[in-house]
């Protein structure tokens, strides 16, 4: 069964700050995997999806990186800004269960001014 | 652009009675899921259709039926609902299983008393 797992559980920053958030997978035979965004008492935002093909992704502030052979996978956030607070989640496509994600459970991400 | 929604958004029931979450997206994607989050557990795989008239079971499909007959709707039934079901419910859709990223619905939230 494809565990997922995220470290850290929860992160404090100063405003400003560059971090990353770290991801890891088991099994290393998925298809994609994708990085979502959810504040408190909302959906899911996607924010970034790396196919397995590729090693990377960008979108403004965020990048993405992809080692599928380490199973590993980890969110570059750069110029942290309290906006940012917020939890996100890694999943990965698997193919056992019609394509679905798989989650970690997140890292809770405090930005603070 | 309504995309993917969900109802009802918020629903209180008591144990034992029948609950239905709708779920309807308006781009004609072809796969549909749905997921439950819980605190401790994050968000799991409830069932999930590949097509109209395709469902299949995911981790946590018990207490749970599904239908598909139209592509854009998937209905979620609890036959007979429990405390253990009160949860956070998310539909997703996604246009192809291997490249294109999934999208989630804002989510229902269901108190079972």
């Known amino acids: 069964k494809q565990e997922v797992t995220q470290i850290p559980a929860a992160l404090s920053v100063p405003e400003g700050e560059n971090l990353v958030l770290n991801c890891s997978f088991t099994d290393s035979a998925i298809y994609n995997l994708q990085w979502f965004r959810q504040d408190p008492g909302k959906g899911l935002t996607s924010l970034l999806l790396i196919q397995s093909s590729q090693r990377e992704q960008t979108s403004g502030r965020l990048n993405a990186s992809l080692d599928k052979s380490s199973g590993r996978s980890t969110l570059y956030i750069a110029a942290s800004q309290p906006g940012d607070s917020a939890t996100y989640l890694c999943?990965?496509?698997?193919?056992?269960?019609?394509?679905?994600?798989?989650f970690g459970k997140g890292t809770s991400l405090l930005v603070t001014p | 652009d309504a995309g993917i929604t969900q109802s009802p958004r918020y629903k209180i029931t008591e144990t034992g009675r029948q609950v239905t979450l709708m779920c309807h997206q308006t781009?004609?994607?072809?796969?549909m899921f749905w997921y439950r989050q819980d605190l401790g557990h994050g968000l799991r795989l409830i069932y999930y259709s590949a097509a109209a008239d395709i469902t299949d079971k995911g981790e946590v499909p018990d207490g749970y039926v599904v239908s598909r007959s139209k592509t854009e709707n998937f209905p979620l039934t609890l036959e007979s609902a429990t405390r253990s079901q009160t949860s956070v419910y998310f539909c997703?859709?996604?246009?192809?299983?291997?490249?294109?990223?999934?999208?989630f619905g804002p989510g229902t939230r269901l108190t079972v008393t």
């Open positions: 781009w004609s994607h072809s796969y």
């Open positions: 999943a990965v496509n698997i193919s056992n269960s019609g394509y679905a994600l798989n």
């Open positions: 997703a859709s996604c246009r192809d299983s291997r490249s294109y990223e999934q999208y």
